[in-house]
């Protein structure tokens, strides 16, 4: 009876560790992947990291980027300055020490007059759709895909022509009233 409790027990793990997207195949793009590496296209680049302590971090300030403190070896990013029509890449990587079913992040821009409370809130039902609820894809200008440690993506969007101040967040559950918040300001 003991084996078949234990047994039984062993499966249901196995099984959910599954269902949560745990053990398969993390090979996707990594920190260390070369499509990750600057390219020498004239897009502005901006390295982008996601933290555990829910901020938005950098490796150094960088131009054109507002920091403020730090988290370890990386300095948080409040905001980044674009000229409007610049074309501008975003290279987003998470580093953490749990898993990605615990901590994962992604970075979306907004639209300038997109709710963002009400984009995350309505965004944390679409667990499928990596926190992005379809009802309000309208209001993103740019996502990367939800990654998990060591994980990356890279997006590269045209920075909106109508000066002003644009939101971009983490979706990931409870990241973003976490504070896990910064902005694209426009001139």
């Not at 296209?41 to 131009?63: N, Q, S």
């Not at 939800?146 to 994980?151: A, N, P, R, T, V």
């Not at 559950?173 to 001139?187: A, D, E, I, K």
Request: net charge negative; hydrophobic share 40%; aromatic share 8%.
């Amino acid at each position: 009876m003991r084996k078949l409790f234990i047994s039984t027990l062993l499966a249901s793990f196995v099984f959910m560790l599954a269902a949560c997207g745990g053990g398969g195949d993390t090979a996707e793009q990594t920190s260390d992947d070369t499509s990750m590496a600057p390219a020498d296209d004239g897009v502005r680049t901006v390295e982008v990291i996601g933290v555990d302590d829910l901020r938005f971090a950098v490796p150094e300030g960088g131009e054109r980027l507002v920091t403020e403190g730090s988290s370890g070896q990386f300095q948080i990013l409040e905001s980044i300055e674009a000229s409007a029509g610049e074309e501008l890449r975003i290279n987003m990587r998470t580093v953490s020490n749990l898993p990605p079913t615990a901590m994962s992040h992604n970075f979306v821009l907004l639209t300038m007059d997109a709710d963002a409370d009400q984009f995350a809130r309505e965004s944390l039902q679409a667990a499928d759709n990596d926190y992005i609820s379809p009802e309000y894809e309208e209001w993103v200008i740019a996502a990367t895909e939800m990654l998990g440690d060591g994980e990356s993506d890279s997006i590269t969007f045209t920075v909106p022509e109508e000066p002003g101040t644009y939101q971009f967040i983490c979706t990931f559950p409870g990241h973003y009233s976490g504070g896990m918040v910064g902005t694209l300001v426009v001139s």
